[in-house]
Nanobody, 123 residues
Framework: QVRLVESGGGLVQPGGSLRLSCAISTNMYRINALGWYRQAPGKQRELVAA???????TYADSVKGRFKISNDNANYIMYLQMDSLKPEDTAVYYC?????????????????WGQGTQVTVSS
């Protein structure tokens, strides 16, 4: 069983930064798709950022230039660096890991999910 454990969420002022971590409890040799979704109250879940085993990345338009996804394969940890945070970034953030992804970068196999971490951007 693959477990994903997130950390790093919290309360930050607009313009501030947070770094989310996602520790993955397995060898990642079969994992080809990693990423982060977020869900705000009353809104649909949104794919924020994704990274492949070849380190190709993609971002939602709303976070381009502010967020950066990275993957430490040696230590089985994925990160989401979030800078210039805005109130509209407030949401629960979930990491995932999967073997495959579709043309829109969504995990399309049997993804494993983290428990979610709350990010609140407010003054």
């Amino acid at each position: 069983q693959v477990r994903l454990v997130e950390s790093g969420g919290g309360l930050v002022q607009p313009g501030g930064s947070l770094r989310l971590s996602c520790a993955i409890s397995t060898n990642m040799y079969r994992i080809n798709a990693l990423g982060w979704y977020r869900q705000a109250p009353g809104k649909q879940r949104e794919l924020v950022a994704a990274i492949t085993s070849g380190d190709t990345t993609t971002y939602a338009d709303s976070v381009k230039g502010r967020f950066k996804i990275s993957n430490d394969n040696a230590n089985y940890i994925m990160y989401l660096q979030m800078d210039s945070l805005k109130p509209e970034d407030t949401a629960v953030y979930y990491c995932y890991a999967d073997e495959v992804y579709d043309r829109d970068w969504h995990p399309s196999g049997r993804p494993f999910w983290g428990q979610g971490t709350q990010v609140t951007v407010s003054s």
